[in-house]
């Protein structure tokens, strides 16, 4: 019998597209008194050798930024899901990255697997020649959440926007608990199966990628512990995963995911935006999922993104 969640618990964290334009709450500002705790970053880390790798939380006092932080945590964990932080454009990639950071360290601790941050450029690779992760590329990535690897699953995701993309990249967030009852409305035996567990490929660097490595990496797409609906999803890493071992997904669970697919990509599901220079967004890697526009870059200008994963 499957776990499945109770559907009075899920409305309570569920949204349409429509119902969160209409929220404020999602949307936050850099503090109006920032000038002096950027300065005092930029002035703690001229002493550094290397300030990401030596920056922690208690390092340069930032009290209005550490109470953003806060303010953010709390609407990541028991609000909507997803922030949006609107920020100031004009400063240079190292002094954004070192405040997303200290932002990242007010919440929890990082999750260095990738290193404490991570670069998200097109590299010009694919990730569908070799086994890379899609933020390498400039394809548009499939609404999904962070980490295919069974052992490593952030709580919350941050991206900080370097520089944007000078066509396309725009940003998507999607509500897993709006996704989860529409399908339980229109195709619960559909629901049913997304519950079961699901081989993904291995792609974290460093990872072996042996078969029985692969076969090991399996869990559900939604699940239902202590009271919490969870997802894990990004189809092509299941596809390969499958591949990979020989065990091709049936045609009941292929006709599953296509219906995730479609309430993922349903208009009425996802919102929107384009980020600028100095935004940042955080989100519950349990409970939302998250996409980019397909984009196209410049000699002049690269879209250039740093990521965050929070434990």
Partial sequence: MIDMAPAEVVRAQAWTAAEMTTKSNWKFSWPTQWQAEIKALQEWALNQEDPIQALQKDSVSTPQFDQLAQQIKYEVQEGNGATWIQGVEGFDQKILNLLFLKIS??????????????GILDTGRSYKDEAIPVSQTNAATGVHTDSSQRAIQPNILGLCCITPAIEGGKSKVVSAAQVHENLRENTPQKLELLYDNYIRDLVTPGSDKATQNVLNNYFPIFSYTNGKLSIRYMRYWIEKGHQRVGNPLTKEALQALDFLDGELNNEENVVSFY??????????????LHDRDEFIDTPGQKRIYTRVWID
């Fill in 105 to 118: 360290l007010a919440m929890g601790k990082t999750i260095d697997t990738y290193g404490r941050l991570y």
């Fill in 275 to 288: 980020m600028n220079s100095g935004d940042m967004i955080f989100i519950d890697n349990t409970r939302i």
